[in-house]
């Protein structure tokens, strides 16, 4: 069983960055992703990354403005975000799994496991 804490939320205004936090506890090695929930909208998915690190994928509207990280050292998946927008407001969550699916690490069904969320809020 995994564990997944995300931090780093808070309040910013727009043109700011923010880096989102996850740990993550627990026997196995775990791929990870970021998504996200703005208020009556669909999660939508933002980046995932393998295990080693080495693969990175991005969601169109976020490609070039958040980098996903990991230390495995630390047990802990970043995600950088940069030059934030008020529609980047919503809650934050990290997803692990132990399968990498390459073009259809965007759906939630891949995830076993979440997070329970961490609020960004934007302001402009």
């Known amino acids: 069983q995994v564990q997944l804490v995300e931090s780093g939320g808070g309040l910013v205004q727009a043109g700011d960055s923010l880096r989102l936090s996850c740990a993550v506890s627990?026997?196995?090695?775990?791929?990870m992703g970021w998504f996200r929930q703005a208020p009556g909208k669909e999660r939508e998915y933002l980046a995932s990354i393998t295990w080693s690190g080495y693969t990175t994928y991005y969601a169109n509207s976020v490609k070039g403005r958040f980098t996903i990280s990991r230390d495995n050292a630390k047990n802990t998946v970043y995600l950088q975000m940069n030059s934030l927008k008020p529609e980047d407001t919503a809650v934050y969550y990290c997803a692990a799994t132990t399968l990498w699916n390459p073009g259809q690490m965007g759906q939630e069904e891949l995830y076993p496991y979440w997070g329970q969320g961490t609020q960004v809020t934007v302001s402009s």
């Open positions: 627990g026997r196995g090695n775990y791929h």
